[in-house]
């Protein structure tokens, strides 16, 4: 015998079927039982735009068939959680201007775990694989062997010279980290080439080659934009510092290097010309050498990272330049590119066929605290 509740059973799973069935052969039935009708029925009218744009208005994007080939590379972007806005800024450019043909990888850091939405919003960026990663304690914190009165006793002096960073302790973190610890992380170990991003920069031009094939096979390791000189107070002692290490190690040096890009007087002085490592592409193999490991654990030896402010820049710049060939170091000429408060803008045709959107009077290269005319004396 039926009772009351099994025919109400029976009579909404006939209904729920029905539903189904319209659903699937009616596609006006579907639209106009949906859920979000019914909620607006509910809710009373809505303004148009909650409709949407129908459908017919789109034209979907193309997908760009894979290049044919590509070298082993990624994308490094160190940010914090906080840096989203920013970093999103710049991811977005780099895919619409770059990455959206060539389909590299990214890499991002953080000495901090990164929440789950800052995962899911730069996700949603580039179809290009992802990943994130923890950075170790002992590759970010100030080391204990660090004398801390020491180092206290340099930050308040820098403040009180009014040297930009001169008091963080997390800026000196970033500085030591980039210049020898980046490359270690264990998401980079299976990468040769990298192409450091950071928030917030612009990217003038479209980059129709791929720039990371060039420096394969053209033999480079390393590649700037904007070449400057170094806020002397940050770095007193680290020539006096790398000429030590020279001393005790002068066959680590290559016949053909670029040192008159960072001395005028043969290695007796630094001059303070420095790539702008904010924006870099490079070869980790090189960071990776034995030189390279050699020069870098002496000078973080020094302390000089937290004695005083020594700069990624500098660390980079000098190392490039005394145990790369000189031809091993490329400027790209044709990557338009600002980080506040410098551009590198290309000039003539190159504005032209990049498509660029920066003013080309507004360009570093030859001001005169550009260091590109020493960089074009190499050759």
């Given at each position: 015998m039926m009772t009351p509740t099994r025919y109400i059973v029976l009579v909404l799973t006939i209904l729920i079927s029905l539903h189904y069935i319209l659903?699937?052969?009616?596609?006006?039935?579907?639209?106009?039982?949906?859920?979000?009708?019914?909620?607006?029925?509910?809710?009373?009218?809505?303004?148009?735009?909650?409709?949407?744009?129908?459908?017919?208005?789109?034209?979907?994007?193309?997908?760009?068939?894979?290049?044919?080939?590509?070298?082993?590379?990624?994308?490094?972007?160190?940010?914090?959680?906080?840096d989203g806005p920013g970093i999103m800024n710049s991811m977005k450019q780099i895919e619409d201007r770059f990455n959206r043909k060539f389909q590299y990888p990214y890499v991002f850091l953080n000495d901090k775990p990164f929440t789950e939405n800052f995962k899911k919003y730069i996700s949603q960026l580039t179809d290009a694989p992802v990943e994130f990663g923890?950075?170790?304690?002992?590759?970010?914190?100030?080391?204990?062997?660090?004398?801390?009165?020491?180092?206290?006793?340099?930050?308040?002096?820098?403040?009180?010279?009014?040297?930009?960073?001169?008091?963080?302790?997390?800026?000196?973190?970033?500085?030591?980290?980039?210049?020898?610890?980046?490359?270690?992380q264990e998401l980079l170990q299976k990468y040769r080439y990298y192409w450091r991003v950071e928030p917030d920069v612009k990217y003038f031009?479209?980059?129709?080659?791929?720039?990371?094939?060039?420096?394969?096979?053209?033999?480079?390791?390393?590649?700037?934009t904007l070449s400057l000189y170094e806020y002397e107070a940050t770095i007193l002692t680290l020539w006096p510092s790398v000429k030590e290490f020279l001393k005790e190690n002068p066959d680590l040096l290559p016949a053909d290097n670029a040192l008159s890009f960072i001395s005028d007087d043969d290695g007796v002085t630094y001059n303070?010309?420095?790539?702008?490592?904010?924006?870099?592409?490079?070869?980790?193999?090189?960071?990776?050498?034995?030189?390279?490991?050699?020069f870098f654990d002496y000078l973080d030896s020094k302390g000089g990272f937290y004695y005083e402010r020594w700069g990624d820049a500098p660390v980079h710049s000098i190392g490039?330049?005394?145990?790369?060939?000189?031809?091993?170091?490329?400027?790209?000429?044709?990557?338009?590119?600002?980080?506040?408060?410098?551009?590198?803008?290309?000039?003539?045709?190159?504005?032209?066929?990049?498509?660029?959107?920066?003013?080309?009077?507004?360009?570093?290269?030859?001001?005169?605290?550009?260091?590109?005319h020493r960089y074009d004396k190499l050759f």
């Open positions: 659903t699937i052969t009616h596609e006006e039935y579907g639209k106009a039982t949906s859920v979000s009708r019914l909620t607006n029925y509910i809710q009373g009218p809505q303004p148009p735009y909650k409709e949407g744009v129908p459908e017919q208005y789109y034209k979907p994007s193309v997908s760009l068939p894979p290049p044919e080939r590509k070298a082993n590379a990624t994308f490094v972007m160190l940010v914090r959680n906080t923890l950075i170790p304690p002992e590759h970010w914190k100030q080391p204990e062997w660090i004398d801390e009165k020491k180092a206290t006793a340099a930050r308040e002096d820098m403040m009180r010279q009014n040297v930009i960073y001169g008091g963080s302790i997390p800026y000196r973190n970033m500085c030591r980290f980039n210049s020898g610890f980046f490359y270690k031009c479209d980059i129709d080659y791929d720039p990371f094939l060039l420096m394969e096979d053209q033999n480079k390791v390393y590649g700037f303070r010309c420095h790539f702008w490592s904010n924006f870099e592409i490079g070869d980790m193999d090189f960071w990776r050498s034995e030189a390279y490991t050699k490039a330049a005394l145990f790369a060939n000189k031809s091993q170091i490329h400027f790209f000429n044709d990557i338009g590119y600002r980080h506040e408060p410098f551009q590198h803008c290309p000039q003539g045709d190159l504005h032209k066929n990049g498509k660029c959107w920066c003013d080309p009077g507004s360009n570093f290269d030859y001001e005169w605290y550009s260091c590109l």
